[in-house]
């Protein structure tokens, strides 16, 4: 019963991963990305934004979804070749498929307004104040992992990376040392996850074993 349980659990993960990770947009290249645009004006002005700044829907700034706060993009309205320079300074948007949400200013420069959405290319102008290179990804996702606590026996350390890797032969287990106050501290990590889901999905099992870690940021 709990065997079944646990392949349906791992069946849900990979079906979430699978959807979750792929993606409807195309991307030219590394600095680059095709997908559809939307905006939002009077209703959200004045609002905080994920970065904490007040929106002001008469600034030329963006929602993006991986993107840091900060990042300089160029968007353009492949419908009729008109572009604007953004700041992102939120999170979205939220539905669909849609890959930046603009102002209401933005929107009316590159004359999307009335029709509401419009397929556009976002370029990669300045990231985080600072110049990109064409090895650089902006758009990728941030990863997540999950942290098994820090141990000062090397030995410890490693009983619980077996019991890991007995867990699931497939999984990736990290070791790493590093100095604290003098001491030598092992930290132990597994898998590099897509997204928080996934990795949360992932250590609800690790749970039903005594396993369950901490997720963090990557």
């Not at 993006?64 to 492949?78: A, D, M, Q």
């Not at 030995?155 to 077996?162: D, F, G, L, P, T």
């Not at 996850?193 to 690790?206: G, S, T």
Request: charged letters at 25%; aromatic letters at 8%.
């Amino acid at each position: 019963m709990i065997y079944n349980r646990k392949c349906i659990l791992l069946s849900v993960i990979i079906f979430l991963f699978i959807g979750l990770s792929q993606t409807t947009i195309a991307q030219d290249s590394n600095q680059t990305q095709t997908g559809t645009a939307s905006w939002y004006g009077s209703k959200y002005h004045g609002r905080k934004t994920s970065s904490g700044e007040r929106y002001n829907k008469n600034e030329m700034t963006a929602a993006h979804n991986t993107l840091p706060f900060g990042t300089k993009v160029k968007v353009t309205n492949l419908a009729n070749n008109e572009s604007v320079v953004l700041r992102i300074n939120d999170r979205g948007p939220f539905v669909g498929n849609r890959i930046i949400d603009v102002s209401e200013v933005a929107a009316r420069k590159l004359n999307m307004h009335k029709q509401g959405v419009a397929k556009v290319q976002v370029e990669v102008l300045e990231l985080e104040g600072k110049g990109i290179s064409k090895a650089d990804d902006p758009f990728k996702p941030n990863t997540y992992t999950i942290q098994f606590g820090a141990y000062t026996s090397e030995k410890s350390a490693r009983e619980q990376s077996e019991k890991l890797k007995a867990f699931d032969k497939s999984l990736t287990v990290e070791l790493q040392q590093e100095q604290m106050k003098g001491k030598k501290i092992h930290r132990l990590r597994i898998g590099q996850f897509e997204n928080r889901q996934y990795a949360e999905a992932f250590n609800e099992l690790l749970k039903e074993e005594g396993l369950a870690g901490k997720v963090l940021e990557s």
